[in-house]
């Protein structure tokens, strides 16, 4: 039995020494993983700011980028790429929906500019 310490106190670990490789085997896997997907999803800041989000097209144009890296992640299981997929599309929806509310909310203020004054119905 081996004996840490940590802080102020001591602990007892009888099966650590068991454990290590294990723990060094799992980071080892993290690692190449991480390393792995950096080619396939680059994460390059070195890459111009990302467009400002101001309208719903921007933030679909953004969201089509999205869906895309996660169809292209071949690390990702199905279930994955599910969830995400249905994440972004539900967020897609409201984009869609507040664009379509802005264009008829355009064309109303349009509407009552061109009205003549004088006429309230």
Known sequence: MKVFGIGSRTVRCPDRAAQL?????RLGNLHSTVAGRRGVIPLRPEQDAPPPLRTATD?????????AAVRADPWAGAVEKARAAGYLAGIA?????VENLANRIELLELILKQRPRGSSA
Do not use: F, G, M, N
């Not at 490789?21 to 085997?25: D, E, K």
């Not at 933030?59 to 869906?67: K, P, R």
């Not at 929806?93 to 929906?97: D, G, Q, S, V």
């Open 21 to 25: 490789p294990r723990l060094r085997t």
């Open 93 to 97: 929806l409201k984009a869609i929906e």
């Open 59 to 67: 933030i679909l144009d953004v969201l089509e980028q999205l869906t």
